[in-house]
Every structure is written in C-alpha cells, then in structure tokens.
C-alpha cells in the first residue's frame, strides 16, 4: 500500500504543486496515512493467527523498517524530480515576455 501511494502521488505532486514544502508536506502525509493502515492491517493479521502472518511473534520486524523507509526516500526522490522536470520545462520554453521587449503580438510579426 505504501509503494502504491509512492508511485501514485510523489511525482505527480512534485510536478504540479509549485511549492517544494507543500508537495514534500502532502506526500509525507498520504505515505503516514498508508503506512498506519498498513501496518495495523499486517499487525492484526500476525495477533489474529492468520495462515501466513507477516511478522513472527517474539521478533523484532527490523526488515519492514528499513523497506518502507527506502520506500518513503524513493518517494522523495520521485518527488523532487517531478519538482526539477517542472522547473527545467518551464525555463526551455519559449514564451514572449514584456521583459524581453516582445510583446506577444509584436512577437508573432516578423520585422
């Protein structure tokens, strides 16, 4: 579920939420939400005697938490390069501005 909301929303929000700390702010909470759910969903499977639970009892699960933080890294890594591609598209195209001295009509006129 983590890497769903991973793959889902960290470069989409990178790309289109201008602001870097309101994108990281949204991420890290949809990817809090999610692993909540998700864990409380693998815990009570593991408490309820399900017929392959995910942590053993007696053991420390170290393994799920080294994962799901490489996850929420790769997800700030999607995230700031859906940030950096937004950034790079916008200063490669070609927009007449009145700071240039082109108008967007006199633009379109050739001399």
């Known amino acids: 579920m983590i890497a769903v909301v991973t793959v889902l929303l960290a470069f989409p929000l990178g790309y289109f939420v201008r602001s870097r700390l309101a994108a990281s702010t949204a991420y890290a909470i949809a990817y809090l939400w999610a692993l909540v759910f998700q864990t409380l969903y693998l815990l009570l499977d593991s408490l309820g005697g399900g017929s392959a639970p995910a ?17 929420f890294g790769v997800g700030f890594g999607l995230l700031n390069l859906g940030h950096w591609l937004k950034a790079r598209s916008s200063r490669t195209g070609t927009r007449a501005t009145a700071a240039s001295g082109n108008s967007a009509v006199s633009a379109n006129i050739a001399p």
Not at 56 to 70: I, S
């Open 55 to 71: 942590f053993e009892a007696g053991e420390f699960p170290w393994q799920y938490g080294v994962v799901t933080a490489a996850i």
